[in-house]
């Protein structure tokens, strides 16, 4: 039986994504969609988990939909779309059957007063990736021993 929920930093992630190979051996994953929580395909506003077995590997957040921003992963050539679906390429090489699957947390909205509500999940996602350091994410945000970048006037 495969883990559901897992808690992060004490919060609850959810798993309802699975990376498989198709029949002509190409990267695809599996919305699995979870009622209790209400999180679908469309979910949006998330901060996302990807493990490889029982590795913690990349940390995310998206505004997009769920299956369009996890669809890129098998298939956009943006820069963190190529080295994560690299890897988990070369994990299906090492082991057929490799579990890579993909956790969500649907952060709750902030009240600040009657006119303003945000939503956390870009800061829940950058406490994270300084805190756990997964090794596909390249940015720390947080780290303060980096310099400012300079900007050109």
Do not use: W
Not at 52 to 65: A, R, W
Not at 111 to 126: G, M
């Amino acid at each position: 039986m495969s883990v559901q929920k897992r808690y992060i930093e004490g919060l609850d992630f959810f798993r309802v994504v699975e990376f498989i190979k198709d029949k002509d051996n190409h990267l695809r994953c599996k919305i699995i969609p979870n009622d209790d929580e209400r999180i679908d395909g469309m979910s949006r506003y998330y901060v996302y988990a990807h493990y490889v077995e029982d590795e913690l590997v990349y940390i995310g957040e998206s505004s997009d939909m769920l299956k369009r921003r996890m669809n890129f992963y098998c298939c956009h050539v943006g820069m963190t779309n190529v080295r994560v679906r690299k890897y988990f390429n070369d994990q299906f090489k090492r082991k057929k059957t490799s579990d890579i699957c993909t956790f969500i947390h649907l952060p709750g909205q902030i009240c600040l007063s009657e006119a303003i509500t945000i939503n956390p999940y870009v800061s829940v996602e950058q406490a994270l990736i300084h805190k756990l350091k997964p090794k596909l994410n390249r940015k720390d945000v947080l780290d303060l021993r980096k310099k400012p970048r300079k900007y050109r006037k």
